[in-house]
């Protein structure tokens, strides 16, 4: 399947609710419903300016009590496994 790439509203604009969906190739969807997944950017220039370590994906490494390891700064969230 194609992916989305506008959405438009019924009155042909986004400042309406969801009529339909143009997929990437071109074709054109009734939908009254889109799910967008969440893209979580960490702001933490001040933990990373600290020297804080980073995992695989980039965010800042801390244990299971939310507590980054060689600086000792605590983490509000939930910690990743």
């Known amino acids: 399947m194609s992916e989305p790439t506008n959405v438009i509203g019924a ?11 143009r997929m990437a190739d071109g074709t054109v969807v009734s939908r009254s419903a ?17 020297g804080c370590e980073r995992d695989s ?4 490494k801390v ?3 939310l507590v980054e390891q060689e600086v000792g700064a605590v983490s509000a969230g939930a910690p990743r496994r």
Do not use: Q
């Open 63 to 65: 244990n299971m009590d």
């Open 11 to 21: 009155d042909g604009r986004l400042t309406c609710l969801l009529a339909r969906v």
């Open 57 to 60: 994906e980039g965010m800042i």
């Open 34 to 50: 889109l799910f967008v997944p969440p893209n979580f950017v960490p702001i933490d220039e001040l933990l990373a300016g600290l």
